[in-house]
């Protein structure tokens, strides 16, 4: 059986995941058996409808075309993050996000939702578009989540809390469509998950706006960051926490049960930092520093971004 990463992120960390590509293609036996990259997520900034962590800057059309093409020409799904939990009628419209679904709308990118009038906004107007529900639901209820799974959803990301109860996961329904993320940095059972969601929603939508703004008429302005520490720390700083899963957990454990999508958190962490998940992840041990080295000295190299 195939094991699928979704990996973070398309813009921030796209020369690093275009470096991770190349590698599984030029040495296939540094990787573990059955690796596949499923999906790269993220947003183009500054996308209004992006959640989960906040995205900033500006992109051009031509920025989007080359970056769409970089990942779909090598079979990887654009996979957006519209996952902001504070969308209202009024921002379904955003000339920006529409734009940008019209623009990758090929039949192979998918979309992350949150927000049901989002959700069903995109599937009027964009049906082309695998959609995936998102662990910002946070979803804890036994009876919920397996309804969840009944609905038309390409994926459904689980709530971390269920990562590590195998007795409830063995009985879920429709382990094909459950999506596991492995590494989060979040403490077990955080209650501040939904607070810190919908200031990031808040956030993004701020900026967004701020940026329609024209440049000679912006006021300075201070957008407020939800300070946790949690998402500071490293891959190996959280290996002890009973939601995190290991990669001879997912051979072990997770596959022979019939799960195998699997999301690496990091779309705000450095790269050297995210490079290591995917060494820990994805590398057979043998390998592991002859790949990191590879990949982290090609990282610092100037090399080209698309072909």
């Excluded at 999906?39 to 183009?44: E, Y």
């Excluded at 300075?220 to 899963?245: A, G, V």
Aim: proline share 7%.
């Amino acid at each position: 059986m195939d094991i699928n990463f979704h990996i973070p992120d398309f813009i921030n960390h796209c020369r690093l995941n275009l470096l991770l590509l190349s590698l599984m293609q030029q040495h296939p036996e540094y990787f573990r058996d059955g690796v596949k990259i499923a999906s790269v997520f993220g947003a183009f900034p500054p996308s209004l409808w992006n959640g989960g962590r906040n995205t900033v800057g500006v992109v051009d059309d031509e920025i989007i075309k080359q970056v769409t093409k970089a990942f779909n020409s090598r079979g990887v799904p654009l996979r957006f993050t519209f996952t902001n939990p504070l969308i209202e009628e009024k921002h379904l419209g955003d000339p920006f996000c529409n734009k940008v679904m019209r623009m990758c709308d090929n039949g192979l990118n998918e979309v992350i939702v949150m927000s049901p009038i989002l959700e069903e906004y995109i599937r009027k107007n964009y049906p082309s578009y695998r959609i995936t529900s998102s662990t910002c639901k946070e979803i804890r209820s036994a009876d919920e989540l397996s309804a969840e799974l009944e609905k038309d959803y390409h994926y459904v990301v689980l709530d971390y809390n269920w990562n590590n109860n195998f007795g409830f996961l063995e009985t879920l329904p429709h382990k094909e469509k459950c999506e596991l993320l492995i590494n989060a940095c979040c403490v077990p059972n955080c209650p501040r998950r939904g607070e810190h969601y919908r200031s990031i929603g808040e956030t993004q939508i701020k900026y967004a706006e701020y940026m329609k703004t024209p440049p000679m008429m912006r006021k300075p302005t201070h957008f407020e960051d939800f300070k946790c520490p949690s998402m500071l720390r490293h891959i190996y700083q959280i290996t002890d926490l009973p939601t995190h899963i290991s990669p001879d957990a997912i051979v072990e454990k997770y596959v022979p049960m019939g799960y195998n999508q699997f999301k690496i958190e990091g779309r705000t962490v450095p790269d050297i930092a995210l490079a290591e998940n995917y060494i820990y992840y994805m590398i057979k041990p043998e390998y592991k520093d002859t790949a990191r080295l590879e990949l982290l000295g090609t990282l610092t190299q100037k090399t080209k971004y698309f072909n």
